[in-house]
């Protein structure tokens, strides 16, 4: 999904991209749950821990929950609400990530240039333990051995004087930082395989040219490579299975009518360009890749072979007029919209949509 932030709500007028949101927070603590009971401010916390396959975060009446989504139930519920602190940014939204050995870690911003509050979800007790952090403002992502915690703004200079975002190795082990690479520019897209110990990354290139300009990262070396982008496409999205960057973007050209996805492949990179309607979500497995494409009020979910493009599968969600993430699970996929999320099974191409317990704020 793209990096930067994670949301916005309908509420600051961007109807579907991935960015942070505005919310305010309010002060609460949390608990161990054994059944449903109403939480703090409130909120009802549910308690199906053991059937959560993953998690997400939601405004649920201006409170910030983490949410426990089932697929096979299917249903999604709040199951603890993230602690508030008076310094907390009410302008920027909390993110939340698996890592590779399968803990799930959420971040709080916080005012003033302070560092990131984290906190770790605990199923066995069913509650958020405190981390220690110490930077700002970036989002994980999770490679197999390390992760990747990159710059939400640029935060230095080249030797020629242009903006600069920093991508932090850390060990996951005890977030000791082993190096800090620079990418050029603003990243906007950031994506990585917890398969892998490499990232893909899509930057602004920072000299006021346009275009996207997307790297290849290992975090083991630090080395970083680019890769070209066909001229003319507006990349939109970023997928990196096993650390192959896989390019999503509409042509210069677009056309109206059905979407279609094409694909070109090579040992450095994979384009997928999408026709007829407007990209908004990504995802890659190792040997397919799906995309969310709007057309009117519907969306259409097209899977594609990732070596030959040739169109495997395709699903029509029917008024969902915008998707913000799209994620694998063990019988189809999860596409995430504002307050819904929608099971699909591109196989036999029935859906089941499930309300969120409020706003989504990332997933």
Known sequence: MPYLTTRRSR????????????LLLAALSTAALTTACSGPGGVDLGNDWQGSRTFALADVDGLVTVVGINPDKPGAESLVVVPQQADDDDSISPHIVELADGRWMLTVPRKGGKPDRRY???????????MTGDERLRRTLAGKTLVAEVAGLPDSKSATGTAESSVLVRDPANWTTKRVLEVPGTIDLAASDPASDTICLGSGPGDGSGGT???????????????????????????????HPVIVGSPAAGRSGDVKVSLTRSAAETVVQVDGGRVDAVAATGSSIVVAAATGNDTELVEVDATSGKELHR???????????????SKGWLVYAENTVTRVNLTTGKAKQFNLPGTLLDS
């Open 213 to 243: 300009r997307i790297s290849v990262a290992d975090l083991t070396d630090g080395r970083i490579a680019s890769v070209s982008v066909p001229k003319g496409l507006d990349v939109k999205d970023l997928a990196c299975p096993s650390g």
């Open 120 to 130: 770790e979800v605990d199923r066995k007790d069913h509650t958020l333990d405190g």
């Open 315 to 329: 699903a029509r969600i029917k008024d969902l007029a915008a998707s913000l993430n799209i994620t694998p699970i």
């Open 11 to 22: 509420r600051s007028g961007h109807h579907a991209r991935p960015a942070r949101a505005a």
